[in-house]
């Protein structure tokens, strides 16, 4: 069965940091890019950050440039969202998504992802 599971959600105070993992079950994602995206209550799904095979591309959303890291190990099969100085506006849950992509060392936020994860909530609150 081809799955993603996120990891690494809870609950932290602001200026805290969270780790979250994204791990695949059933495939290898040496050769897609992935994403990690989070929805809040009442507001839309957006793209937070996403790497490209190989890790040789990232690209973040402006309001987390400088806070949040992605980065991948894919001898774990594993994607991670290093998350520092979270602020309560990050609340949401978030997820991760691959789209195959052997090709093209590139990462977009606006494309069909071919694979989702349950999601893991994240909450800044104090």
């Known amino acids: 069965q081809l799955q993603l599971v996120e990891s690494g959600g809870g609950l932290v105070q602001p200026g805290g940091s969270l780790r979250l993992s994204c791990a695949a079950s059933?495939?290898?994602?040496?050769?897609?890019?992935i994403g990690w995206f989070r929805q809040a209550p009442g507001k839309e799904r957006e793209g937070v950050s996403c790497i490209s095979n190989y890790g040789g591309v990232t690209n973040y959303t402006d309001s987390v440039k400088g806070r949040f890291t992605i980065s991948r190990d894919d001898a774990k099969n594993t994607v991670y969202l290093q998350m520092n100085s979270l602020k309560p506006e990050d609340t949401a849950i978030y997820y991760c998504a691959a789209y195959y992509a052997p090709l093209i060392r590139l990462c977009v936020f606006q494309r069909k992802y071919d694979y989702w994860g349950q999601g893991t909530q994240v909450t800044v609150s104090s």
């Open positions: 059933g495939f290898t994602l040496d050769y897609y890019a």
